[in-house]
């Protein structure tokens, strides 16, 4: 069974920057074989898509995150990443990577195409 393993949340004030990793263990072709995506959960809201790749490498972004978010990966490291700029208090969440074997382009955006997940990394955006 795949894991992965998210790291690289923390605080940070209204305009910073993160990075998110998302490192998959128990399949070395993960990241290369599966649609990916991020995202992310708000006290009291339902979990939001963020962003995803798919297996041809086609992105997707909720209009939330557009030009500020970008889903990155490395098949040599097994590694998906995100990459937050311009951070907004209304970013402030839980972030989940995960993995699905079941869809392409903005469809990837869907939670429910998705069964193996992380275990999330805390993201706060302080104003």
């Known amino acids: 069974q795949v894991q992965l393993v998210e790291s690289g949340g923390g605080s940070v004030q209204s305009g910073g920057s993160l990075r998110l990793s998302c490192a998959a263990f128990?399949?070395?072709?993960?990241?290369?074989?599966?649609?990916m995506g991020w995202f992310r959960q708000a006290p009291g809201k339902e979990r939001e898509g963020v962003a995803s790749?798919?297996?041809?490498?086609?992105?997707a972004y909720a209009d939330s995150v557009k030009g500020r978010f970008t889903i990155s990966k490395d098949n040599a490291k097994n590694t998906l990443y995100l990459h937050l700029n311009s951070l907004k208090p209304e970013d402030t969440a839980m972030y989940y990577c995960?993995?699905?074997?079941?869809?392409?382009?903005?469809?990837?955006?869907?939670?429910?195409?998705?069964?193996?997940w992380g275990q999330g990394t805390q993201v706060t955006v302080s104003s």
């Open positions: 995960a993995a699905s074997s079941s869809c392409s382009g903005s469809r990837c955006l869907n939670r429910l195409a998705y069964l193996n």
């Open positions: 128990g399949y070395a072709y993960t990241v290369t074989t599966t649609s």
């Open positions: 790749i798919d297996t041809y490498g086609s992105t």
